[in-house]
């Protein structure tokens, strides 16, 4: 069983991007086991007086949460050309944690806006974090999207081992694939 944890980047009620990962978490194979986090609007603003032990119960839980699963999906809006303060908040927390679950996490962004371009920026925005913290960050293409639309989601393609369809010399992101095959 491969134990994916989702996390929007949007706290709207109606977000694509959550309404995103519901549907992959009823799409995803009996292999997968996708749990939807909600507890992002918990999340205090980080501000390093308060960064003691014990850290706040809302921040230790998204450690756990991260920490226990074997792949973390993210879907984010765009904010600005950015991701949305409230995820970017939440990194920063989870990235003090003495044992940061992001290092060596297998991350997949995906995102989704109404806009021309989609959340593409956002998503090139994102990575950095995440790649600040080890973790190996995949953004599947459009054919892989287009694949997981058609197919059952980004969950079962990526853990069926589809190749990505985007070659790059990017080592990082070779082992980021692997990782999610
Ligand atoms: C503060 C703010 C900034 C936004 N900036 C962008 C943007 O840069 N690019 C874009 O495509 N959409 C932008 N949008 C529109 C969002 O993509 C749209 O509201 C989207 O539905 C948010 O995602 P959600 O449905 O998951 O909540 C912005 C929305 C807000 C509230």
Not at 26 to 52: C, H, Q, R, S
Not at 119 to 124: E, F, S
């Amino acid at each position: 069983m491969t134990r994916i944890l989702g996390i929007s980047g949007s706290l709207r009620r109606d977000s694509h991007n959550t309404n995103l990962l519901r549907a992959a978490a009823e799409a995803a194979g009996p292999d997968v086991e996708l749990e939807v986090y909600d507890g992002l609007k918990e999340i205090p603003p980080y501000d390093e007086d308060d960064d003691l032990h014990p850290r706040p119960a809302s921040v230790a839980s998204l450690v756990d949460a991260i920490a226990d699963a074997d792949g973390v999906l993210f879907s984010t809006p765009e904010y600005n050309g950015g991701i949305p303060g409230t995820l970017k908040n939440a990194i920063d927390w989870v990235s003090r944690d003495d044992e940061n679950p992001l290092d060596g996490k297998c991350v997949l962004l995906i995102g989704t806006s109404p806009g021309a371009l989609g959340a593409v920026r956002g998503l090139w925005h994102a990575r950095q974090p995440f790649e600040a913290q080890g973790a190996f960050v995949h953004i599947p293409s459009e054919e892989e999207v287009d694949q997981l639309l058609a197919v059952r989601t980004v969950l079962e393609t990526h853990s069926a081992g589809l190749a990505a369809s985007r070659a790059t010399p990017d080592a990082r992101l070779l082992e980021a694939q692997s990782c999610w095959r």
